[in-house]
């Protein structure tokens, strides 16, 4: 349904789009957004800050079922974390994630911020959490939202022009070095990726340079994290540069390359490593699809375990009650009370 509240009105680039489901797949998680995070606070003073007030340790992602917006953006990714000091206090982080100019940026992230970001206890004079919204920004053009918006207010406003904290990170400012550096090899590629999406010599010069540390990965994350990254980059690359990228990786001995989720473009790319393949291929093929199958339901089981985790653990912090728990999580009373 068009939109037609002027208030509320977006540019076309907020529509979600499948470089935000990529950004969302990559930080969902909460030790790849943890590392995503630390690279931030070296680039962004304000960021560098609040991480230094939070423990990172403790950060839960709040289920996207608990927002009442219904025009969230697709990269939009909610989390809460303790404070650093032991204090028994929590704070929020919101995740946004732009790859071009968008007008109503803020107001979609205050809608989100107020439907999403509370506490409920009989203690609290204000129900809601103070929050850290990050923006994160990979476009061609040079833009920050928050670069004019104190403009002309009284000094007594300064920093108070937003219901919430938000600091602005350009993805580019983050240096290569500290992306290869990164413990996380699927961070740091990510990262990479999206910075050099409209960088075709950048992209085939850095993005190769992760071979190492991604032969040291599981088969099966290693492969889903280049299908993941050649699903992405066919938004903004030729099949050709896809084609040297997967050269790239295949020539050091690797079992897998870049592909494209079986299209006619897969079928293209696989022709053209064909020769260093043919005789594994059926047989890399079975053990792949085997471990993949294996992975999946590992990490179902996991996710159940994780979900009850996070519904007993919001309960037991106040930040739902535990009929909303029921509501939202699907569990009984029972299991999320149990120890």
Same mark, same amino acid.
């Given at each position: 349904?068009?939109n037609t509240?002027?208030?509320t009105?977006v $540019?076309?680039?907020?529509e979600?789009?499948p470089?935000d489901?990529?950004? @969302?797949w990559?930080?969902? $998680?909460?030790?790849r957004? @943890?590392?995503?995070?630390v690279?931030?606070g !070296?680039v962004?003073?304000?960021?560098?800050?609040f991480?230094?007030?939070v423990n990172l340790?403790?950060?839960?992602?709040?289920? +996207?079922s608990?927002?009442?917006?219904?025009?969230t953006g697709?990269?939009?990714?909610?989390?809460?974390?303790?404070v650093?000091s032991?204090?028994?206090?929590l704070?929020g *982080?919101?995740v946004e994630?732009?790859?071009?100019r968008d007008?109503g940026?803020?107001? /979609?992230i205050?809608?989100?911020?107020n439907?999403?970001?509370k506490?409920y206890s009989?203690?609290?004079?204000f129900?809601g959490?103070?929050?850290m919204?990050i923006?994160?920004?990979?476009?061609?053009?040079?833009w920050?939202p928050?670069?004019?918006?104190? $403009?002309?207010?009284p000094?007594c =406003?300064?920093?108070?022009?937003?219901?919430?904290?938000?600091s602005f990170?350009?993805?580019i400012d983050?240096?290569?070095?500290?992306?290869?550096?990164c413990? +996380?090899?699927a961070?740091?590629?990510?990262i #990479?990726?999206?910075?050099?999406?409209?960088?075709r010599e950048?992209?085939?010069q850095?993005?190769?340079?992760f071979?190492?540390?991604?032969?040291?990965?599981?088969?099966?994350k290693?492969?889903c994290?280049?299908?993941?990254?050649?699903i992405?980059l066919?938004?903004y #690359?030729?099949?050709?540069?896809?084609?040297e990228?997967?050269?790239?990786f #295949?020539? *050091?001995?690797?079992?897998y390359? =870049? #592909?494209?989720a079986? +299209?006619?473009?897969?079928?293209e790319?696989a022709?053209?490593r064909a020769?260093?393949q043919?005789?594994?291929q059926?047989?890399? /093929?079975?053990?792949?699809?085997?471990? *993949?199958a294996?992975? @999946?339901?590992?990490e /179902?089981?996991?996710?159940?375990?994780?979900?009850?985790?996070?519904?007993q !653990?919001?309960? @037991? $912090?106040g930040?739902?009650?535990?009929e909303n728990?029921?509501?939202?999580?699907?569990?009984? !009373?029972?299991q *999320?009370?149990?120890?």
């Amino acid at each position: 349904m068009e939109n037609t509240n002027p208030m509320t009105k977006v $540019d076309e680039t907020s529509e979600p789009k499948p470089h935000d489901a990529f950004f @969302r797949w990559l930080f969902g $998680d909460v030790g790849r957004l @943890r590392h995503l995070l630390v690279l931030s606070g !070296k680039v962004n003073r304000d960021i560098g800050e609040f991480i230094s007030e939070v423990n990172l340790d403790t950060l839960v992602r709040i289920p +996207d079922s608990y927002s009442e917006v219904a025009e969230t953006g697709e990269a939009d990714l909610a989390f809460r974390v303790e404070v650093a000091s032991g204090a028994p206090l929590l704070v929020g *982080i919101l995740v946004e994630h732009k790859s071009g100019r968008d007008s109503g940026t803020l107001d /979609q992230i205050a809608r989100y911020v107020n439907s999403v970001m509370k506490i409920y206890s009989e203690h609290r004079a204000f129900s809601g959490l103070p929050t850290m919204a990050i923006i994160f920004y990979n476009g061609r053009e040079n833009w920050n939202p928050l670069g004019s918006i104190e $403009d002309r207010y009284p000094s007594c =406003f300064r920093g108070r022009i937003l219901p919430f904290a938000c600091s602005f990170v350009n993805m580019i400012d983050i240096p290569d070095s500290d992306c290869l550096a990164c413990e +996380d090899t699927a961070t740091g590629m990510g990262i #990479v990726a999206m910075k050099y999406a409209y960088d075709r010599e950048q992209l085939l010069q850095v993005l190769p340079q992760f071979k190492e540390p991604l032969q040291r990965m599981p088969y099966d994350k290693a492969a889903c994290l280049l299908a993941k990254i050649s699903i992405y980059l066919k938004e903004y #690359v030729t099949k050709d540069v896809l084609k040297e990228l997967d050269m790239a990786f #295949v020539s *050091i001995g690797q079992k897998y390359g =870049f #592909v494209s989720a079986g +299209d006619e473009f897969r079928r293209e790319i696989a022709e053209a490593r064909a020769e260093v393949q043919a005789k594994t291929q059926a047989e890399e /093929q079975a053990k792949a699809q085997k471990q *993949i199958a294996n992975a @999946r339901s590992d990490e /179902q089981a996991k996710a159940e375990e994780n979900k009850l985790a996070t519904a007993q !653990k919001m309960v @037991r $912090d106040g930040v739902i009650s535990v009929e909303n728990a029921i509501s939202y999580f699907g569990y009984s !009373k029972e299991q *999320i009370l149990a120890k």
